[in-house]
């Protein structure tokens, strides 16, 4: 079991970058696949990118792939979204979750953090 607390958001103009962080609490982090998803006002979850247990291995949504980076730092039980290139599409809230599986698939994600807002003007 974790316990997830995201940081780092806040409001950039366009074309600008923001680093997301998580922590994780709890000694079995490294058994774990990390994802970050977002959620704006009347859509659906969606998601944003995985990294597996190792973190060798990562995973981008098409709409994200090239402008973001997600990474871990095993030791220190941190997961980390580097946003670069944000467009106005990509404001809303942001989640780190944990799961067992390395998935886009929110349902195989047993624990979420709180999320950070991130907004983006143009």
């Known amino acids: 079991q974790v316990q997830l607390v995201e940081s780092g958001g806040g409001l950039v103009q366009a074309g600008g970058s923001l680093r997301l962080s998580c922590a994780a609490s709890?000694?079995?982090?490294?058994?774990?696949?990390m994802g970050w998803f977002r959620q704006a006002p009347g859509k659906e979850r969606e998601f944003v990118a995985a990294?597996?247990?190792?973190?060798?291995?990562?995973y981008y949504a098409g709409a994200v792939k090239g402008r973001f980076t997600i990474s871990r730092e095993i030791a220190k039980n941190m997961v980390y979204l580097q946003m670069n290139s944000l467009k106005p599409e990509d404001t809303a809230v942001y989640h780190c979750a944990a799961g067992l599986r390395y998935s886009p698939k929110a349902s195989e994600y047993d624990y979420w953090g709180q999320g950070t807002q991130v907004t983006v003007s143009s």
């Open positions: 709890g000694r079995l982090f490294s058994s774990y696949a």
């Open positions: 990294i597996n247990w190792g973190g060798e291995s990562t």
